[in-house]
């Protein structure tokens, strides 16, 4: 009996596939939030739940130690998703990749003077990839989170960070001043186990599909 693998991060990516799982008749036999089993079984004696960073997601399932996962298309662009098959948008955990600075900060001046930018993130593909198309040099300065402090001690001038209601920012005295992508979590699906084990994934993926539809309309 072939083993399906599924790579998922705790939080809200967790939290939002819970129900696309539960429609494809999938259980987790534990709560991740509250274990700290990093392998967790279902109801299916076939499926299994690993339970790891949102980062290292694409990293599972490309090697195959996942056959499927669930990532932002945040991690899938740092990432270079080039060797996973993306079947799927899920539209879960959606937020927007966003350039932020400090409340007082003129952003639009700065550019237009073609100010060099202190930039801070953990997104440096995507915020040297956004900075270039605009024209702008950047100094950039690699975080692997709060990203928010950054401007109000001084560390950067701007920060690309994700946005889903502001609250942070707004927390934090800092304003989003440019949008850079929307953001929304994909199923992501080894190459070799999307052949050889098709015949298990394809009523999961449409499971998936189906629910997620059914939200919609
Ligand atoms: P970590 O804390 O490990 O960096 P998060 O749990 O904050 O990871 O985010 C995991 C994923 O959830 C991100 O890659 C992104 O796709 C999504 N996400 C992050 N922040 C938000 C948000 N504010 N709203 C919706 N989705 C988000
Ligand atoms: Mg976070």
Redesign the pocket.
């Known amino acids: 009996m072939s083993t399906i693998t599924i790579a998922l ?1 705790k ?3 967790f939290d939002e596939t819970l129900p696309l799982l539960e429609a494809a008749g999938i259980v987790p036999a534990e709560n991740p939030e509250t274990s700290r089993k990093l392998i967790i079984g279902t109801n299916r004696d076939d499926v299994r739940l690993i339970i790891v ?3 290292d997601v694409p990293t599972y399932v490309e090697h195959g130690a996942a056959d499927l996962g669930v ?5 899938l662009l740092e990432h270079g998703g080039n060797n996973l098959y993306q079947p799927l948008d899920l539209e879960i ?3 927007r990749l966003m350039v932020a600075t400090r409340a007082g900060f003129d952003y639009t001046s700065a550019v237009a003077r073609g100010a060099r930018l202190r930039v801070a993130t953990k997104y440096v593909d995507s915020a040297r990839k956004h900075f270039a198309a605009k024209g702008v040099h950047i100094d950039l300065i690699k975080l692997y ?1 709060s990203m928010e402090l950054a401007p109000l001690v001084g560390l950067s001038d701007v920060i690309v960070d ?3 209601t502001g609250g942070t920012l707004k927390a934090n005295n800092l304003v989003a001043v440019e949008h850079i992508l929307d ?1 929304s ?1 994909r199923l992501v699906v080894n190459q070799a186990a999307y052949k050889l084990k098709r015949g298990k994934l394809a009523p999961i993926f449409d499971a998936f599909k189906h629910a997620m539809h059914h939200h919609d309309h």
């Open positions: 991060s939080g809200r990516i960073r949102a980062t990532a932002g298309k945040d991690v955990a959606q937020c989170g994700l946005v889903s953001v979590s």
